[in-house]
């Protein structure tokens, strides 16, 4: 079977909701003992109670992405935990709005901070344990948006996503010697409560201009990080996978009729 993480130790960042949480569910489902990583206690110890009742491992450790001392402090408690850690996926992020005239200094660095340093202090904080693992994985949740396709008001975003992805390509090269791969999930539109946050109208239009006519699962994404954490994916480093129902092929509205 692809993906079995029996004996595997993953950590989520921003796992207490959204994407994360379904990386979360899918990497615990897969045999991993997983530490949920956010900022809300009360989010987090849900998603750790519902991945415990279905008979998995989990447990939460409270860490702000942006502040790295933190996360050295919940990667050495899993290390206490758990023993080391395997997997490593760096997913917490925010999609804050703003038009470019609105946009001020610190609503940029926000956004590059939680976005983009985080995966940085991410991969800081557990390089020492992971280097130790024989199947040292490092997954990136970026976006369609920055990369391949634009939105208003995502300028900041946009580019904290590309961002990601120019420290992947060069991260990778780094990680290699400890035998660790490091690859990127593109995400389009998937359903969780920071999309939902975005609005009904939103989400209706974002529907119309994918081809399958859907808005993406948490499972979605989470299947994909576990492919590539999985020991079946150890030759594959440095790349991207989008996910996102098709949503950036179409040349035209007319695509799509
Ligand atoms: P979400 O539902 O808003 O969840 C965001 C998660 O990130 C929460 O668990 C939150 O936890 C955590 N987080 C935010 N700031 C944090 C901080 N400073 N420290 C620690 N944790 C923090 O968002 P989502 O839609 O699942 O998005 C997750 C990732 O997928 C992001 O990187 C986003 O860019 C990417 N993405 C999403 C979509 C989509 O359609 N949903 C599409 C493309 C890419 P706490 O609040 O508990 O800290």
Redesign the pocket.
Known sequence: MIGDLNGKVVLV??????????IASVMANAGAATVV????AI??QKVVDEIKASGCEAMFIA?????KASLEAAAAKTMEVYGGIDILCA?????PSASLEEMRGEDFDLVM???VK?TLFSVQACLPYMKKSAQGRVIV?????GPITGFPGWAH?GA??SAQLGFVRTACIELAKYKITMNAI??????????I?MGQEYLDAMCASIPLKA??T?ED?GNAALFFASKEAQYITGQTLVIDGGQVLPESLDALS
């Open positions: 960042t921003g796992a207490t909701k959204g994407i994360g949480k379904g990583i956010g900022r809300s989010d987090g860490a702000d992405v942006t502040d997913n917490a992020g925010i999609f901070n939680t976005n985080s949740t970026s976006s369609i948006t975003y904290s996503k593109l995400p389009g539109n998937i359903l969780t409560e920071g999309l946050d808005l993406g948490v994404i």
